[in-house]
């Protein structure tokens, strides 16, 4: 009987050990944390789970937030663009809600779901010495943690759009204090410097708010470069309401101000990640091969909210090839099963860094002031998030977007 080895429990390793579980297939997972110290860690995302990954949730079996998810979830995007007082603006109702949960309250579930349902859980760094005699022991290991240099075992993908650099400073938080005005949803902002979002998170406290900047370094919104929560928790919050006044009033005038501030202290994640994509399999000294997941895989910037999204999705299309094919897990195998996740997760991963560009690319401004216009084009462009194949497909290259918006216009004149 198969016997698979997974190196980590984030959103990529948790849904391949509950997928592979549900097939029968026996799974060992490797976790750094306890679902006690997932809950009691520092806020590592906000990632926001689109419709697509809401019904993997289900056939998993572990949609645990419905209910909480009826008056709290991302049922619309409202969309800004450009400075105040008049950005281009258009709202999207969604046709199934995405939801946003703390990764905290939500990875810890999991972990105990697949413990519950009799999975076996080893706790515990796994360092990159240990590949090779855990290679030995499981007849597929994946590596879906990139902690302690494990990562470095896949080497950058050729041909890919990577960055050698990061292209924003992050600095994402839970905050009590403010308000997110109905229809309840997220509220994109993209102003020269940068983007803020406001999302409806749940959390260990109930409903709450996101606030996530993302930040050009050297832009118009740098002020949080160097003001770390941690250091000054009361400057910090000044900070964060001074950059609401200078660019995005409209959330400002949502503050509580003798409320607001970060919810608790490890509720605050201020960094910056460089998104890169690596070829998703490696040969050991040993002979044997292993695969990548996740974001040792492929690290997406969170500008567009499709990491998590796109781990769960390769994770079920490695589940899906571990089952139909288990004879060997030699070089074929995994060539051939990487060039599916590929397949898959290039396109969130090209759309994000497309999207990074500051200012926005001329193509992707005209669609926005297209939506604008068109309630067709807004609901594709929202409704795509859970889809990010068919945003790309439009978003590649100006020709792309330019005969897009002529097909519509030709199906109102043909009316």
């Known amino acids: 009987m198969t016997h698979v080895g997974i190196i980590g429990a984030g959103i990529g390793g948790l849904y391949l050990a509950l997928y592979l579980q549900q097939q029968g297939v026996s799974v060992t997972l490797h976790a750094d944390r306890t679902p006690d110290e997932l809950r009691q860690s520092r806020l590592p995302n906000t990632a926001t789970y689109w419709s697509a990954m809401r019904q993997r949730e289900r056939q998993l079996g572990v949609n645990h937030w419905d209910e909480q998810a009826a008056d709290w979830s991302v049922r619309h995007l409202h969309l800004r663009i450009g400075p105040e007082p008049e950005p281009l603006r258009f709202h999207v109702e969604l046709d199934e809600a995405g939801l946003t949960v703390d990764h905290r309250l939500y990875a810890s579930r999991l972990l105990e779901d697949f413990a519950d349902r009799g999975g076996e859980v080893v706790y515990g760094p796994v360092r990159p010495e240990s590949l090779e005699p855990l290679s030995e022991e499981y007849d597929l290991v994946v590596v879906s943690a990139g902690r302690g240099g494990l990562t470095d075992l896949f080497p950058r993908r050729e041909g890919a759009a990577n960055f050698t650099q990061p292209q924003r400073f992050l600095c994402s938080g839970i905050y009590r204090g403010i308000e997110l005005p109905p229809p309840v949803g997220t509220y994109l902002s993209f102003v020269p410097g940068g983007e803020l979002f406001h999302v409806p998170v749940i959390t260990f406290d109930g409903n709450r708010s996101v606030l996530f900047f993302e930040i050009v370094p050297g832009g118009e919104l740098d002020a949080l470069l160097n003001v770390r929560y941690e250091e000054d928790p009361r400057k910090f919050d000044r900070t964060v309401l001074q950059l609401l006044e200078k660019a995005f ?58 990491g998590a999204n796109a781990a769960s999705a390769c994770a079920f299309l490695l589940g899906e090839a571990i089952v139909a094919d288990d004879l060997a897990f030699d070089e074929m195998w995994c060539r051939r099963t990487e060039a599916a996740l590929w397949a898959y997760a290039q396109n969130p991963f090209d759309w994000t860094n497309y999207m990074l560009r500051d200012p926005l690319p001329a193509n992707v401004a005209r669609l926005m002031a297209a939506a604008t216009q068109d309630q067709r084009v807004a609901d594709e462009f929202g409704n795509n998030f859970a889809t990010p194949e068919r945003n790309w497909n439009i978003l590649a290259s100006p020709e792309r977007t330019d005969a897009y918006l002529s097909r519509l216009a030709d199906e109102d004149r043909a009316r």
């Open 249 to 306: 009033p409209e959330t400002r005038a949502l503050v509580d101000d003798a409320s607001f501030g970060v919810n608790r202290p490890q509720d605050i994640l201020q960094g910056a990640i460089t998104p890169t994509a690596r070829r998703g399999y490696a040969q050991l000294p040993n002979g044997k091969w292993v695969m990548a997941l996740g974001d040792v895989h492929v690290v997406n910037d969170p500008l567009l909210a499709q």
